[in-house]
């Protein structure tokens, strides 16, 4: 559609995020819905069939805020956990191996976390330290380790600490520091 259309049998949202061809929702009682492409389990439905209304992810409760990737997407706990679901070829999951998953699992390792992104192929999150942790593709430097090895588990973001809010690209990461400037590395 070249004009907006309501998204059918969505009420009392309380954030979105898209990614990849699939949208998400996170609604006032902390439940996540999902619609569209659904190839790798990116709605977390249990399945892999694509939908064009929201389906509602699969054991997911007490979510805080969301994020979506290519093909994965992440969600925030009420107690600073995460979980991921969908493509894993990667490690984008951040759950210790490369196997895609249609139902959320929880990534390795991750607490206190008060912030997601996501890239196309890999992950961000910000914990209530300041600092910056990321998995997943890394071929271009978007983790920000200090290497190009891909990891399928959180790996902390060199140098960087007062940070407060964090965005993802296609093979960049960006950081907003407590001082106002921003910090960029990936792909340039």
């Known amino acids: 559609s070249n004009v ?15 990614g990849g061809s ?4 996170l609604k006032n009682d902390s439940t996540l819905w999902a619609w569209g492409s659904n190839s790798y389990g990116q709605l977390g439905n249990g399945n892999n069939t694509s939908s064009n209304v929201p389906v509602q ?25 995460v979980r991921a ?43 209530n330290d300041g600092t910056v942790w990321a998995w997943g593709f890394n071929y271009s430097g978007q983790l920000g380790n200090g290497n190009n090895a891909l ?10 600490t007062g940070v407060v809010a964090l965005a993802g690209g ?4 960006l950081a907003l520091k407590n ?3 921003v910090w960029a590395w990936g792909l340039n």
């Open 22 to 25: 699939s949208s998400r929702a």
């Open 4 to 18: 907006p259309v309501q998204v059918s049998g969505l009420t009392a949202v309380a954030a979105l995020a898209g």
């Open 179 to 181: 001082d106002g400037t």
């Open 151 to 160: 990891s399928n588990v959180p790996v902390q973001a060199s140098g960087l």
């Open 85 to 127: 679901w969908g493509y894993n070829n990667w490690g984008q999951l951040g759950n210790g191996n490369y196997n895609n998953s249609n139902v959320p699992v929880q990534v390795s390792g991750l607490t206190g976390v008060v912030a997601l992104a996501g890239g196309t192929l890999h992950s961000l999150a910000l914990k």
């Open 170 to 173: 296609n093979r960049h990461s």
């Open 57 to 81: 992810v699969s054991g997911l409760t007490a979510v805080a805020a969301l994020a979506g990737g290519g093909w994965h997407s992440i969600a925030l706990k009420n107690n600073g956990t």
